[in-house]
Structures are given as C-alpha cells and as structure tokens.
C-alpha cells in the first residue's frame, strides 16, 4: 500500500509535542511492515539542512530518507516557515498561521502528482493538514489523479481545532456554500479540524477511550455533534512507543541498565537519582516520579490542593517540567517548607526524565484528560508503576494488574490511591510482582501500526 503521513511536525526534524513522536515512528513501522511511505511536513527554520543532509528536489521542495526506505519531503516557503517557532513565539500564535497550513495543504497535494507517487491513503494529523481532506473532495474532486486517494485524519487534541476569523474563509480558496454548519463554519468563525472531520474518510483519535470520550459534551470541544454524525467512522488506536530510544536495557542517561528478566539495576537507578536530586538514599521510601507540564490538564490542580498532605506521608518526590507560573510558585513553596521530600525541576532535561523514568518507584500521572499518553507507557517499560485517573489512553493501558487507578478526579481520590500504592510499596514480594507484570506489557509501535493498517483497508473499501 502507498501511504503519504502529512503532519506538521515530525520527529527528528521538528518538535513541539507528542504529535512529531506519532509522526516519526508511524512510518517506520510501516515501512517494517512492507509499506510504501512518504512524509511531508514544512521546512522550518529550526531544519537543519547539513545534518539532516537535504537535497533540492526544486525551489520549493526538498527531501532526505530516514528508516531504510522513506522518503521526507518538506514544503519550503520563505515567508511562512523561515522563522522561530513552528506554530508561534513568546507574543502568542502566529497571525498568519491559516495562510501558511493552507498552503502547506495545497502544496502537499501538488507534490504528489510532481513527484507521480499516487497514494492510496493520505494520512493526516490534527488541524494543520486538516484541510488536505478539504481539498480533494472540493478543488482536486474532477482531477483523475487524486480520484481514487482515501484519507484518514488522526486527532491527537481535539482542544486544539485552528480556528480563524470568517473574514480569513476566502484565503482558502473554497467556495462560500461550504462555510455553513455542515462544513467550516464554527460559531461564526472559521473551524480548519471541523472542516477536516467532515470531509475526511474515517477518523481516528490516539486511544479506544478518547475516541468515545470527545463524543461528549465534556470532552468534545463544541465539535461532539461532528462526530455524532459520523459516528460509523470514528475510530481509537493507542500510539505506540519508540522502545529502541526508551529501553533500560539500553538507555545510556541511567545509572545501570536493567531488564524485565533482570531488574536487580533498578535499585541502582533509584539510589543515582536520590543522589542527583538531592534527595536521602533511602530505599524503604517509595519514590514518586513525575515528567510533565504543570498545567491543570496533567492533573495539578488536584495534585496542588493535596501537596502538602502527601509530603507527610512518609514518600519522596522528584518533578520535572514547566507550564503554569500559579503551579510553579506552589510548588516552589512546598520545597522551601518540605526540601528532603521534594526536587523541583522546573526545566527541560531529557537525561533527567530518563533517569526518573528509571529510578523512580511510581510514576504519578494524575491527568484531568489524557487523549493517550506517553508517560505512562515509558514507566511500564522502565517497572515504574503507574498511578493515573481513569480517563483516555490512561485507562487502556493502566489497571489494576500494572499500576494504580482512581476514577474520582479529586484531592481525595488521589491521596487514598497514593496510600494504597505506597502501602503495596512496603511489600517487596508483591512489589517485585508488579514490576514483573509491568514490565511485559508491550505497546511497542509494531502493534499500532498493524491497526492503522487495518483502517487504512477499511477507508480504501469505503
């Protein structure tokens, strides 16, 4: 099968998210699967030419290979993508962000017929390649080219819709009968994600869970009615992991390398990180790790409000990540009044996530909503248990058999589970056992990839 993946970051070339993770190892392995593959994403400013070795296809393309035999191929424009920032800055969004994914949409479907690769599938990811759906079945529906191409869209947020003032529509080169409610038209304003689900053959979100939970008012961002309608074509796929970059039998950040059939290392990881961090080696103590953003989506309201209950419970704690000033300033006053109990890492420092991933005992992930999640997923791999809210990707790849859950998003649902698992913590025998069950769990990417496959059938066959 032909696939072109079109995402707007991807990695090792961009990054902002866990989108460029998805749009990075997707492709290869499919290509391990014996598929045909492409991608085309933008040519920033942040792609370096020389070490990723670009070659000039024309003045608006360029390309390189990764994996054995996928071609990347990136749209180039001085005016829209020569600059900081793939989506905005420190003032905010850029303001021209409609006219530049537009073009990269359009842009991307010239390609195709310049560089004769005629796709059976068109895999595209949230809003900015929203609008390649759009197109085909508008503007490229009579041309015999594109006539028999699919399309799947993957939403990885759906809070994040790219949504533009109405007076921008014309930029798109779309006729005014499709801003309505049946097309782009959102509250008055331009929808780009919306306009996607509607014309797109099948939909898919990042896990099982949040493929029904953006189908409630709750989760769904205004946009649940879209999917109600097409309710027969949406469908989850849980992302996978890159288990060559994250594997503790590898990974050369930690202290000592372990295995699921040789774990004994981990102790070691856990005592190098006490260290790092300035924590006391203290093995008795269970070790709760986190790697996020600190923001009320990962859970820090709830973690907030119960901060200073659970610095007395006998446990350390080593956090890594930034995002809001308002959890930033709580937390730092919770280490001036708890600093053997607590490390606060507000940076980013990926030696020292894989360190936490490795030398911590639980993984704390309390996330209001989670669409999928990576961190949980790494922490399995590493025999870091996993104690989650109930919600999304979370919940189809955390039980009771590998980790910890709670299904009321409170102070008090987290800090009874935090008991619970520090209580199972102080018996090693069944502690060993969890770390056992934990790591055999296998969410490599060949697994999802297969699924994908599975959809790019279905959407092929209509």
């Not at 949406?234 to 059939?261: C, E, H, M, R």
Request: charge should be positive; proline fraction near 3%.
């Amino acid at each position: 099968m032909k696939i072109v993946i079109c995402a707007s970051e991807v990695v090792p070339f961009a990054k902002t998210g866990g989108l460029a993770d998805v749009a990075g190892a997707l492709p290869l392995a499919l290509e391990k699967e014996k598929q045909e593959v492409i991608i085309i994403l933008p040519r920033y400013k942040a792609v370096d030419g020389a070490k990723f070795n670009l070659k000039k296809l024309n003045a608006e393309i360029s390309y390189c290979g990764i994996g054995n035999n996928t071609k990347v191929y990136f749209i180039e424009n001085e005016k829209y993508f020569n600059r900081e920032g793939l989506y905005g800055n420190k003032d905010g969004d850029h303001k021209d962000n409609l006219d530049r994914f537009a073009y990269y949409c359009r842009r991307s479907l010239r390609l195709l017929k310049e560089i004769n690769f005629k796709p059976d599938i068109i895999h595209c990811h949230d809003w900015q390649s929203s609008l390649i759906p759009v197109y085909l079945k508008t503007i490229y529906a009579n041309d015999q080219f594109y006539k028999k191409i699919r399309t799947v869209l993957t939403i990885h947020n759906i809070g994040y819709q790219g949504i533009f003032p109405k007076d921008e529509f014309l930029k798109l080169g779309l006729d005014w009968s499709l801003f309505d409610m049946e097309g782009l038209e959102f509250y008055g304003q331009v929808n780009i994600l919306k306009g996607g689900m509607v014309f797109a053959d099948l939909i898919n979100t990042v896990s099982p869970t949040y493929a029904k939970e953006i189908e409630t008012k709750e989760f769904g961002f205004g946009l649940e009615g879209v999917l109600d309608k097409r309710r027969g074509s949406v469908f989850g796929i849980l992302n996978g992991l890159d288990y060559d970059t994250w594997n503790p039998q590898t990974d050369k950040f930690i202290a000592k390398n372990f295995s699921a059939l040789d774990p004994g290392g981990k102790r070691k990881d856990k005592e190098a990180l006490q260290v790092a961090c300035n924590l006391h080696k203290a093995k008795n103590l269970p070790l709760f790790g986190i790697v996020s953003r600190l923001a009320e989506q990962k859970g820090f309201d709830i973690l907030a409000e119960g901060i200073d209950e659970i610095c007395k419970m006998g446990i350390q704690m080593v956090i890594l990540g930034t995002g809001d000033i308002k959890y930033h300033q709580i937390l730092e006053n919770i280490v001036k009044k708890y600093p053997k109990v607590i490390s606060l890492n507000l940076r980013f420092d990926d030696p020292l996530a894989h360190k936490i991933y490795a030398g911590s005992d639980i993984f704390l992930m309390p996330s209001k909503y989670e669409p999928c999640g990576l961190g949980q997923l790494i922490a399995l791999r590493y025999g870091t248990i996993p104690l989650v809210f109930k919600t999304g990707g979370l919940a189809d790849t955390v039980n009771s058999s590998n980790g910890f859950v709670f299904d009321s998003y409170s102070r008090i649902g987290l800090i009874k589970t935090i008991k619970k698992a520090s209580a199972v913590f102080s018996d090693s025998k069944k502690w060993d056992v969890l770390i056992s069950r934990a790591m055999k769990c296998n969410f490599s990417w060949a697994a999802s990839a297969r699924k994908y496959l599975e959809l790019y059938v279905k959407a092929k066959e209509g």
